[in-house]
């Protein structure tokens, strides 16, 4: 045999290898590909379960009891335990469906307060992830699963805020183009596609009024947007999705209460629109950055993606995706905008984020652009953003720890209490007021507490009275009539106050007195004081005989309307005429007036300045709805003494030193660059009351 003879002999015998080798490595690769989305959404799934689920015995570590937030977990699981259902029997943020998944994991497992902590945020924290995935597959089918599992794996752990509602609110965007989208191209069945919309939305309310809202608002957004990019609108599916949703809101009230009972709605609308006004709060700096980059980059990526558009192309090319995309997460930084601290500022900007990385995920003809946009979102990611603190390194092995050594013991310097290991503090305070709870107040008997700290209601195995879960949201007259509609109904023979300064603080400094006075007064009317209680809490028995008497004296005349030019001002209300027998309360009478488009921003912040003989100040924040007349209520002293007022001896009622109020100032200040300045300020009444037995 020669040696070209050999030659071809070899090579021609080590092609068919090659090609075999070269194309069982491609098979291998299409296969992890496939898989690999698959595998991201089982680790981030399984990295969302808390260790305690998995070892029933373990404990669960909280190192500083938030008697705000903590209150309504421990009582949303202990009011489902019962049949108490959000929406239905109180209101409160969120609706059923997020009561039951809040509640879920702790009634299965058996409640305490270490489950109900550690498992409060469970099933949410599932769906989120589930939510990213689908999100992901509806708006990118066709891209390779590789690609879209990194999109799903960055969402998840660097993007998204841990908030359901945010990441639901993508997935409703997403099915809804894909529903209108299909009502256009494939009319027959319109109806049921609407029908399926309209659904969708009222769900939404069913977890949580705001999460409604945006679904519904993001349903008539891609309405819109197909009408605009499609050639042939068909307004049937409007109409179809209208008609279906009356007839949910019906079924919901038939559900909730009677079929024409609009005490759902009303509640959860009261408690939504009002969050404007009796919540918002500033935003600094840094977080200012954040929103206005966010909104930037929105602007610059719909902007350049709009330029390369495609009809009929993916998805994610196409006009009405690009459209209604960027209105949908313009919208959703409106949560940013009403509360702007920390955590509501990257929920609000999500979804913007979100849908640029779509954008930069599609597929691209050009293979610079398929790897480069990419590489830059990932690039950008690790360089700006940090893990949410569940799939942070430390945190992983914390969890692989706990599931295989699960926690039995507390740490040093910590104390075991219900399933939980709490600072020593926390654990004593519980201990305290919940064994006076269970020794006072009669057993199986429904109690009420103000201001907020109902999670005495659980660890004492009390249920809280009331038609609001906490009395924070009691604003306006609307809910300040549901609260004590509630009460009255149940009528509990014991209450617990826990007067400002001591356990009890304001939320975002408005006293809970001025924020609440309704709950107060009505407290103040049917209870005295038990001088058994714990220290920092005042023990009430009911007395529907108690007579509490109020005397007025005008103190400083009306003035208004005051029209206000600048971003800060201050209103004199002078001069002002103190009684001679002195008084125990302030009822301002005012009416703040903004232009339109403050719903669209935030109000600005209340203060009322008090100067005292002597020239101390003090200054209480307050809220107010805008545009409407209504009484403010300020208690001038020391907020710690109020309790002092449910001792039947009126000798014990003003005990600290009270000098003359000399002046009242009305302060007008921005909370930050997006609150509104008011038109005018009308004061109708500047009253000092004093209480008689």
């Known amino acids: ?60 570590i909280i190192p500083g009891f938030n008697f705000l937030d903590g209150s309504w977990f421990l009582d949303t699981a202990y009011k489902a335990s019962a049949g108490i259902w959000f929406g ?59 690609r879209r599992a990194l999109l799903v794996l960055l969402a998840v752990v660097f993007w998204s805020p841990p908030d359901l509602r945010i990441s639901l609110c993508l997935l409703a965007f997403a099915i809804f183009l894909r529903l209108t989208d299909a009502a256009v191209a494939r009319p027959n069945g319109m109806v049921g596609r609407a029908a399926m919309a309209a659904a969708i939305c009222v769900a939404g309310f069913w977890l949580s009024a705001d999460t409604g809202l945006y679904f519904s608002m993001a349903l008539l957004i891609c309405i819109a947007a197909t009408a605009v990019t499609k050639p042939r609108p ?25 079929l024409l009972d609009f005490r759902f709605w009303r509640s959860s609308l009261a408690i939504a629109t009002g969050y404007r006004w009796f919540e918002p709060f500033a935003m600094d700096k840094p977080d200012k950055r954040v929103l206005l980059e966010a909104v930037a980059l929105g602007i610059v990526v719909f902007a350049l993606a709009w330029r390369r558009q495609k009809p009929a192309g993916n998805l994610s090319r196409r006009p009405v995706f690009l459209l209604s995309g960027f209105c949908v ?48 979102a990932v690039v950008a990611t690790f360089a700006f953003a940090t893990p949410y603190p569940a799939y942070r390194p430390d945190e992983i092995l914390r969890w692989m720890r706990e599931t295989a050594h699960p926690v039995s013991a507390c740490p040093a310097g910590m104390v075991q209490l219900d399933r939980a290991c709490l600072l020593p503090k926390d654990a004593q305070l519980i201990e305290q007021v919940s064994g006076y709870l269970e020794a006072t107040a009669p057993a199986d008997a429904p109690i009420a507490i103000f201001p907020y700290e109902t999670a005495f209601g659980f660890t004492s195995h009390h249920q809280v009275a009331g038609g609001v879960l906490q009395s924070y949201l009691v604003n306006g007259e609307y809910l300040a009539g549901l609260e004590l509609a509630g009460l009255e109904r ?63 004296q005008r103190i400083a005349g009306g003035l208004g309307p005051i029209a206000l030019h600048r971003r800060s001002t201050p209103i004199e209300l002078a001069p002002v005429r103190w009684p001679d027998a002195g008084a125990d309360f302030l009822r301002l009478r005012l009416r703040i007036n903004y232009p339109f488009w403050w719903r669209l921003r935030k109000p600005s912040r209340l203060t009322l300045k008090l100067t005292f003989a002597g020239g101390t100040v003090k200054q209480v924040v307050f809220v107010m709805a805008p ?23 009126e000798s014990g009622w003003r005990q600290d030193p009270r000098p003359a109020i000399t002046g009242i100032t009305l302060l007008v200040t921005p909370f930050d660059w997006l609150s509104v300045v008011p038109r005018s300020v009308e004061v109708e009444s500047v009253t000092a009351v004093r209480l008689n037995p």
């Open 490 to 552: 149940s009528r509990p023979p014991f209450a617990l106050y826990l007067p400002d300064g001591i356990i009890s603080h304001g939320v975002d400094a408005v006293p809970n007195f001025t924020r609440s006075p309704e709950v107060w007064f009505y407290l103040l009317q049917h209870y005295h004081a038990d001088t058994t209680s714990p220290a920092g809490t005042v023990g009430l028995l009911r007395d529907d005989s108690r007579r509490i008497s109020f005397s007025e």
């Open 329 to 376: 997460a313009l919208l959703i930084t409106q949560t940013a905008i009403v509360r702007s601290d920390y955590g509501h500022v990257r929920m609000g900007v999500y979804p913007m984020i979100f849908l640029c990385g779509v954008i930069a995920f599609a597929t691209y003809k050009s293979r610079l652009g398929s790897v480069i946009l990419p590489g830059v």
């Open 88 to 146: 239905r029997d109180v209101a409160f943020t969120y609706g059923p469906i997020g009561q039951w998944l809040f509640s879920a994991p702790a009634r299965w497992t058996g409640m305490s307060v270490g489950t109900i902590y550690a498992t409060w945020y469970t099933l949410p924290l599932l769906l989120i992830v589930l939510a990213t995935f689908v999100t992901a597959r509806l708006l990118l089918p066709e891209l390779v699963p590789w």
């Open 1 to 60: 045999m020669t040696m070209s003879a050999q030659s071809a002999e070899y090579s021609g015998g080590a092609a068919p290898n090659s090609d075999g080798m070269s194309a069982k490595l491609r098979r291998v690769a299409d296969n992890a590909s496939r898989l690999s989305e698959w595998v991201v959404l089982f680790v981030l799934l399984v990295l969302s379960v808390p260790p305690i689920l998995i070892r029933r015995d373990s404990l669960t």
């Open 627 to 649: 545009n409407q007349t209504d009484n403010i209520w300020i208690y001038p002293w020391n907020d710690e003494q109020m309790g002092n007022y449910f001792l039947a001896d």
């Open 234 to 258: 068909r307004p049937v599916f409007l109409l179809a999705a209208i008609l279906v949703a009356g007839i949910l809101v019906l079924l919901t009230n038939a559900a909730m209460a009677s």
